[in-house]
């Protein structure tokens, strides 16, 4: 891996962290649910070892948060595209009506009709 990749990887540690303790969760309540060690858990948080793929959604779900979150989050890049897919999944949830009224206010903000 070149440095680029390293830097970002070692943001990755750093989100998992903080959306760990933003949920009121310990390293030992992560572990145990994703069913790894807790030392496991430390060392990624830590940069220290590689997050699997399987541990990275489990922890997503875990918390509530979308790989395309997690990744927006931890590597500045992706965070437009990242943005986007979060804009996209809100106003899908939204009826007829909010959606219009979405539309209205980002004219407002943009003006653009």
Known sequence: MGKQSDFEYANLGQ??????????????????????TPGYISNVEN????????????????????????????VPAYRKTSLDHKISRMVEKLGEEDKQKVIDTLSIWTNVE
Not at 17 to 28: A, C, D, F, P, S
Not at 58 to 72: C, N, R, S
Request: charge should be positive.
């Open 15 to 36: 989100v998992v962290k903080k959306l760990r303790k933003e949920h009121g969760l310990t390293q030992v309540d992560v572990a145990r649910t994703l069913n790894v």
């Open 47 to 74: 940069s220290r070892t590689a997050m699997s793929l399987r541990v990275l959604c489990y922890y997503g779900d875990l918390t509530g948060i979308t790989l395309d979150e997690l990744v927006g989050r931890a």
